[in-house]
């Protein structure tokens, strides 16, 4: 076996951040080309028309396949360290990260033949199942706290039934199989995650910076918010839109009380640390804009359309991806957890595309601009962290 797949297959992040970056990179590429003639007024020279509905392949793509590797490659590394386990071994993550992948570059050949699409989500749940029963396992056998662990673990599941909705939809299911796969893949999964995984290190990670710093106890706010995202999924789905914000309104003040006790602002004497603040800031944010939207739509008015979805899975989902899998990739490459200017400026570039989208929503024109600045600051992110996915660590150490 060559020894760089071996190095690849070494440790649970390197194979699933580097998926990730390829999915992410190719996926919102053929986004950006669909985007430029119907917002643009241009056209690339090339055509891309995915076989089902647009919203239903921009969430499907980016929820299940981009942020599930990286959600994946982040868990099977800490999640064994949260419970005071051993690392996860390679006959989990292996078979999860051969499953997982080759389901998804299934899927994407999919796009031009419609007939391979549930066959290749099929096969990327048969790895997404492999990584989540693994953490039930963790959370079964853990001794101590279990609850990030318990969260995790059920949003996971939801989003395993998410990419199985999504599979049926994909083979001919019934059209309201859609909105399903939204409200999974956004609502009950994606952000349910990056919520608890922030709720579970910034704590930790603050107090190496922040002088004096003591964690607040604040499960009760993880609960809320975690309630907060999935009773919005609920109510949206069930076309109660104007009432969301009997939700959205304590998840968002929940949100920035953990800002506000967490000291954002002296978190920028570390880029690194800063990031994922600024991140877990947007999730606030995002809550606070979703509520304003359903009072909106309660009082008559039209309400702000998609922007608060874009806080939250660009500002939010998005920013934490960045501050996450590069901590992530420093650590476990035995080079010291820095932000350099690269991770700074793609992460700021990351806010430029988040603002940008949000503008969209009243400048339509916007949207191609937004994700061609999204494209790039991934780009160049990807291009600075990648090849330590294929090179042994500096230090010497395994994994």
Known sequence: MPMTWLILCAAPHRGMFAAG????????????????????????????????PPAWFHVGWLAYGMFAFFIFGFILTAGPRWQRQPDTQPRVFRPALMLMAGGWLIADLGLRLPALLPLGLLVA???????????????????????????????????????????????????????????????????????????????????????????????????????GSMLHGLLAWLDLSAWTWLVDLPAACAAFRLTWLWRLRESFAARILAVLHVAFAWAGAGFALLGLHSLMLLGGLPGLTLAPVHAMTVGFASSALIGMASRVTLGHAGKPIVGDAVMWACFWAMQAAAVLRLAAEWRPALNPIAALVWWLAFAVWAWRYAPAYWRAREDGLPG
């Open 125 to 227: 749940a048969g790895g997404w199942s492999v990584a989540a029963l693994f953490l039930w396992e963790l959370f079964r056998r853990s001794p101590g706290d279990r609850m990030h662990m318990g969260c995790m673990a059920t949003a996971q599941t939801a989003g395993l039934l998410g990419l199985l909705a999504f599979a049926a939809l994909t083979a001919g299911g019934p059209a309201e199989l859609g909105p399903l796969v939204i409200t999974f893949g956004l609502w009950f999964y994606l952000l349910p995650v990056f919520l608890i995984v922030l709720h579970r290190m910034l704590p930790f990670f603050s107090q190496v910076v922040i002088p004096s710093f003591r964690p607040p106890r604040s499960d009760w706010a993880l609960y809320l918010m975690l309630g």
């Open 21 to 52: 970056m390829a999915q992410g990179l190719l996926i919102m590429a053929l986004w950006l080309v669909d985007l430029l003639p119907r917002y643009g007024g241009v056209s690339p020279g090339l055509t891309f028309a995915p076989p089902l």
